[in-house]
Each structure stands twice: as structure tokens, then as C-alpha cells.
T-cell receptor, first 114, second 114 residues
């Protein structure tokens, strides 16, 4: 199946700084990328949907100015958490749909804000 | 209303026995797909099984089978001959054809006892 990579796998940053998470599709073109956030022992919550070359669509309650999503190419989507706070500490996962029903997930990025 | 409901936050099963994880869903879209994913402590999402809304047969993949009852809107996962390595979080998910989004349930933590 298709491979999606995420970088970094773990990141610790100080409160008030920004962190960029990259999601790459390694062997196919990803026109759509979903970004999820998962708090400990909870489910994956969809944050936003990015489409290559256009603005991301954010789910209700997600601050688009805080979670900047860029999908400038067919192989790279980025999520930048701006002015991070401890409550932003979470597991962030990207995924992209396949040609039929598949959904290819990245391995996730664990963000800790101190 | 919740799109996906998993009512079992935690389950225990004896090694080598079968276990059923419950999932009910809510949609008015006639075309949808139902998925089960396994998430070990590493965080990666591992695809287990898929059932399309128009599929006549219940899906099976090795030790995994999906008990699809369309009229009741349930899609329970059955794991036969449980193994210690099956201990993980299990998420039921649905993808509606109309919106191309994934909705996840709250998850079930399965513990397999030796």
C-alpha cells in the first residue's frame, strides 16, 4: 500500500513557540490530506482537510489562525501549530484517501508543549 | 448525533478465545464504508477490515471478521483466536461517500490475557 511519512515523530517545544509538522506521501500524489488530533485515551478528531493548491477547510471549533495548514505540492502537506500552549500537546496524525476506499495514515507526531 | 458509537471503553479476553467489539453508526448517506483500525501504543493506525454499504457478504480478513447488520446500523468486529499481540485500542470508523471524511468512534481498549 501507499506510504505516508510524518516528521518529526516527536517534538518538545516551549510555550509560545511555533512547531511545523510535515506529512509526505512517498510514492503517490496526495491531492487531499486530512489532519487529526488525538488526546490521550481519546479518539481521533478531524481538525481540517487540505487540498493541494487551495485553502484548507477547518472543522468547527478549530482555530485556523492557530493551526496553519499548507498543501503546496502533491506530496507535502504541513501543519504549523503557532504560539503553542500546553493544551496543544497531543498526537497529530495525517491521512490521505486512496483511489478506492483506502485511507493511508502517517505514523503520527507526538507534540509536547512545556 | 454521533456518527460512530463504540460503547465498550475496555474489554478483556482470554488468549485464544474470540472477542466481539461493538460499533453502531448513523448516516443517511446510502453509500458509505465502515472500517476497523487497530492502534497499538506506538500510535500508528493499522487497517484491519473494510465493509462497503452495498456489500452483500460480511467482510473477513484472516482472524478478523465484520458482522455487518445494515438494518440495525451495526458493524461489530470479531477477532477469533485472540493473541497477546492483539492488545491495543480498536477504532471503528465510517466514511460517507458524499463528504469523503472519516468519522471515528471513541475506541475500545482490548486487553488479551495469557
Amino acid at each position: 500500500g501507499a506510504v505516508v511519512s510524518q516528521h518529526p515523530s516527536r517534538v518538545i517545544c516551549k510555550s509560545g513557540t511555533s512547531v511545523k509538522i510535515e506529512c509526505r506521501s512517498l510514492d503517490f500524489q496526495a491531492t487531499t490530506m486530512f489532519w487529526y488530533r488525538q488526546f490521550p485515551k481519546q479518539s481521533l478528531m478531524l481538525m481540517a482537510t487540505s487540498n493541494e493548491g487551495s485553502k484548507a477547510t477547518y472543522e468547527q471549533g478549530v482555530e485556523k489562525d492557530k493551526f496553519l495548514i499548507n498543501h503546496a505540492s502533491l506530496t507535502l502537506s504541513t501543519l504549523t501549530v503557532t504560539s503553542a500552549h500546553p493544551e496543544d500537546s497531543s498526537f497529530y496524525i495525517c491521512s490521505t484517501p486512496g483511489q478506492t476506499y483506502e485511507q493511508y495514515f502517517g505514523p503520527g507526531t507526538r507534540l509536547t508543549v512545556t | 448525533a454521533q456518527k460512530i458509537t463504540q460503547t465498550q471503553p475496555g474489554m478483556f479476553v482470554q488468549e485464544k478465545e474470540a472477542v466481539t467489539l461493538d460499533c453502531t453508526y448513523d448516516t443517511s448517506d446510502p453509500s458509505y464504508g465502515l472500517f476497523w483500525y487497530k492502534q497499538p501504543s506506538s500510535g500508528e493506525m493499522i487497517f484491519l477490515i473494510y465493509q462497503g454499504s452495498y456489500d452483500q457478504q460480511n467482510a473477513t480478513e484472516g482472524r478478523y471478521s465484520l458482522n455487518f447488520q445494515k438494518a440495525r446500523k451495526s458493524a461489530n468486529l470479531v477477532i477469533s483466536a485472540s493473541q497477546l499481540g492483539d492488545s491495543a485500542m480498536y477504532f471503528c470508523a465510517m466514511r460517507e461517500a458524499l463528504f469523503n471524511k472519516f468519522y471515528f468512534g471513541s475506541g475500545t481498549k482490548l486487553n488479551v490475557k495469557p
